[in-house]
């Protein structure tokens, strides 16, 4: 039993080697994209055009940093402003399936062919999903969409009996003498600063904010895929086993209905993989898993109904199947052997280097797990992303 424990400690050690830096310059840039990105810039790509509508919502979804619980009130919001059914659908699949967090774990864990082809599925899958959607669903009033236009029209209203049509410039004329010097240093003072604060805003929101919602899940990926990686023997999944429809439709079946983030479910994935699973069931799992769980569902029924569900359930399990015997095709038709190329990629770094993250990355954990840090009511990601989209 001391073996035992000792052995599933060391593996949590290697994951957290492998992972760390790469994992930390995924939050890093998810930050960059949370802040730099403007929130408001989905709301008019997802509102017009059955088709483009869903293409813009699957595309810009799939770098965002929102996981399985931050991306639903985002989604909802989405369609309160007006975004189509297809829309609101391929956001809701494109998300929590990559981001740049998942991604950059993803090059650390497993390898280059399954880092670029599990976005593309993933995209793919929303697109399918959303076009089917708008394309197989009559469509729906939007919750709130008719109180948002009449709130539209007052504010227009308001703004036309005031004497001041919305779109008129104003000229303000000011006979004022101002030092060049002064007010060169004024504007690299408030250049300085306004970096400042953005350097801030991008380093709370990537280790603080985003870190909160998914520690508790990245750290339980880990550990499962610890006890797995000792406790599972060797080659589990042999031959069919390993990449069959059997397996396939066996791991689609468990995944439905789990909730797990990207970032969870990608060390989970190559532990999986190191005992014999093909790199086409591996990636079944990384799909249907984040992108449906039995909250979510639940939550769609009620905004979209029954039928958009089922279509929606319909095109995910369709195309993560089609996506797995495609990754399955090219690893045998490439002569790639997931044993000898998965892990891989941390090889470049040097030993303190990852020594240095690993600790760095624990210490995070650590910090965010604290209670004094969970608090509030939901993830921070979805209270800052219910604030966005109202």
């Known amino acids: 039993m001391i073996d035992f424990l000792f052995g599933v400690l060391w593996e949590m050690w290697e994951i957290l080697k492998d992972a760390s830096v790469f994992l930390l310059f995924g939050f890093l840039l998810a930050g960059v994209i949370a802040v730099l990105v403007p929130g408001k810039l989905l709301t008019r790509l997802v509102g ?7 293409l813009w919502a699957s595309v810009l979804g799939a770098p965002l940093p929102l996981c399985s619980c931050g991306v639903l009130p985002t989604a909802l919001g989405l369609r309160r ?12 699949v494109a998300t929590p399936e990559t981001g740049a967090d998942s991604i950059a774990l993803t090059y650390a864990l497993t390898d280059p062919v399954m ?31 008719t109180a948002a236009l009449s709130l539209g029209a007052a504010n227009r209203a308001d703004a036309r009996d005031d004497g001041h049509p919305q779109d008129q410039g104003h000229r303000h004329d000011h006979g004022h003498d101002h030092d060049p010097g002064l007010t060169s240093a ?11 604060d953005t350097a801030r805003r991008i380093s709370r929101y990537a280790f603080v904010d985003l ?54 479910s990608t060390p989970m994935a190559a532990a999986l993989a190191l005992k014999g699973l093909s790199p086409g069931a591996i990636l079944v799992f990384l799909l249907a ?13 009620k905004v979209l109904g029954r039928r958009a569900v089922a279509v929606y359930l319909t095109a995910v399990v369709a195309v993560t199947l089609a996506a797995g015997f495609a990754l399955n095709a090219i690893y045998r038709a490439w002569g790639l052997d997931p044993l000898a190329t998965f892990g891989t990629a941390p090889s470049f770094l040097p030993d303190p280097v990852k ?15 604290r209670p004094f840090r969970q608090n509030g009511s939901g993830s921070a990601t979805e209270r800052r992303a219910s604030s966005e989209f109202p």
């Open 48 to 54: 017009t055009g059955r088709v483009k509508s869903v």
């Open 81 to 92: 402003q007006g975004a189509t059914p297809g829309a609101t659908v391929a956001f809701l």
């Open 115 to 145: 880092t670029v082809f599990r976005p593309i599925a993933g995209v793919a899958t929303a697109i399918a999903a959303g076009l089917t959607t708008n394309f197989g669903v009559p469509s729906r009033r939007p919750v709130g969409a």
């Open 186 to 196: 004024g504007g690299e003072s408030r250049s300085a600063a306004a970096a400042i």
């Open 211 to 264: 870190l909160d919602d998914v520690s508790y899940w990245l750290m339980l990926g880990i550990v499962l895929s610890a006890v797995f990686a000792v406790a599972v023997p060797p080659a589990l999944f042999e031959g069919d086993r390993g990449g069959g429809i059997a397996t396939m439709l066996l791991i689609l079946t468990l995944s439905i209905p789990l909730y797990t983030c990207a970032s969870s």
């Open 289 to 301: 898993g984040p992108a449906t769980n039995i909250g979510g569902l639940v939550v769609l029924l």
């Open 355 to 369: 020594d240095v993250g690993a600790l760095l990355l624990l210490a995070l954990l650590v910090l965010s797990a």
